[in-house]
C-alpha cells in the first residue's frame, strides 16, 4: 500500500484576502496574500511557503505520494510543483494534481468534503487503500503524520491538546472540540463549542481535544459518507468534519482519535502571516 497524502489547497482565501492594518510585513509578501493561495505565499527561509514545508514533513513521513487539491483558477501551485518534480527536487517522491470543480449553480467551492470526493473521483487509484488528508494553511509536523499513518484505527484524526497549539485564548475557544467516548473513539465533533460544552467535555474526558483538521481514511468507507454529507445551513458548503461525524455516528467505533500536544502553525489572514515567520525560522 503506498503512503498517501491529500492537501487541500483549493480554498478561495478570502479572509487572507481581507484588508488588515499595522502589518509588519513587507509589499511582496501582502501582494502574494491577495493574489496567491494561502500554501503558496512565502513565508519561510529562502522563499519557501507553508505548503513547501508540508511536502518536506511528507518526504520525513515516508510519504510516497501527495495529491494538492486546487482551485481550477489557480494557475501558479501546478506548473511550480510539476518544475520542481521534473528538476528532481522532490526525490522519489509523487506529486499528484485534482482540481476542485465549482457547480454551474455555485460561485465558489462547495467545501472540503466535496474536495476530497472530487479528489478521489479524479484518480480512481486513490479509492481503494488508505490516505492522509490536511489542510494546506497550517503545519502538520512529520510526528503527527507519521502517528496518523501508523495508528490502529481504520480512521482517525489528530486530537490536539487546546492549551498546547499556541494561539491566543480567544481564537482558541472557538476551535472545534471532539466529544469521545472512553476507549477514545470519537463520538462527534463540536464546531465552535459554547464554554459550557468545554467545561462539560474537560471534566468528562480530562482534557480538551481540538481538531485541526488532519485525518486518515480508509477510501473505500469514507466515500459513501462523502457522497451524502449535506451543505451546512449557514456556511452552504459540505464539510469534512460533518463527514466525519455522520462516518462517527453511524457506524460506532470507526473513527479513533490520537492525542497529540504540539504547536499547529496557522495561516488564516495576513496577520498572521509574522507570527508564521517567525516559527518558520528556527525550522
Not at 490536511?134 to 490502529?152: E, F, R
Amino acid at each position: 500500500m503506498k503512503k498517501r497524502l491529500l492537501i487541500l489547497a483549493g480554498g478561495m482565501s478570502s479572509r487572507m484576502k481581507k484588508a488588515a492594518e499595522d502589518l509588519a510585513i513587507d509589499d511582496k509578501l501582502v501582494e502574494q496574500a491577495n493574489t496567491l493561495t494561502k500554501g503558496m505565499i512565502s513565508v519561510g527561509r529562502e522563499g519557501k511557503s507553508l505548503l513547501d514545508y508540508q511536502i518536506i514533513n511528507a518526504q520525513e513521513a515516508g510519504m510516497e505520494e501527495v495529491m494538492l487539491l486546487l482551485h481550477p483558477e489557480d494557475a501558479v501551485t501546478q506548473s511550480y510543483y510539476e518544475n520542481r518534480q521534473a528538476q528532481g527536487d522532490l526525490g522519489t517522491l509523487t506529486v499528484l494534481f485534482a482540481r476542485q470543480r465549482i457547480a454551474p449553480d455555485r460561485t465558489r467551492p462547495a467545501g472540503t468534503s466535496d474536495a476530497v470526493l472530487q479528489s478521489l473521483q479524479q484518480h480512481p487509484d486513490w479509492q481503494q487503500g488508505r490516505f492522509i488528508v490536511c489542510n494546506s494553511d497550517n503545519l502538520y509536523s512529520v510526528k503527527a503524520l507519521i502517528l496518523l499513518w501508523h495508528c490502529d484505527y481504520p480512521n482517525a484524526l489528530i486530537s490536539y491538546d487546546r492549551d498546547a497549539l499556541g494561539f491566543p485564548e480567544e481564537r482558541i475557544k472557538a476551535f472545534a472540540l471532539m466529544k469521545t467516548d472512553p476507549s477514545g473513539y470519537l463520538l462527534d465533533i463540536i464546531e465552535k463549542p459554547s464554554e459550557e460544552q468545554a467545561a462539560a467535555l474537560l471534566q468528562t474526558q480530562g482534557r480538551l481535544g481540538v481538531s485541526m483538521n488532519c485525518f486518515v481514511f480508509e477510501a473505500a468507507q469514507l466515500i459513501p459518507y462523502l457522497e451524502k454529507t449535506p451543505f451546512h445551513p449557514v456556511r452552504n458548503e459540505k464539510e469534512l468534519p460533518t463527514t466525519v461525524s455522520l462516518l462517527a455516528q453511524e457506524q460506532p467505533g470507526s473513527v479513533g482519535t490520537v492525542p497529540l500536544a504540539e504547536v499547529v502553525p496557522d495561516l488564516t489572514s495576513k496577520h498572521d502571516i509574522v507570527i508564521v515567520q517567525a516559527y518558520l525560522a528556527n525550522f
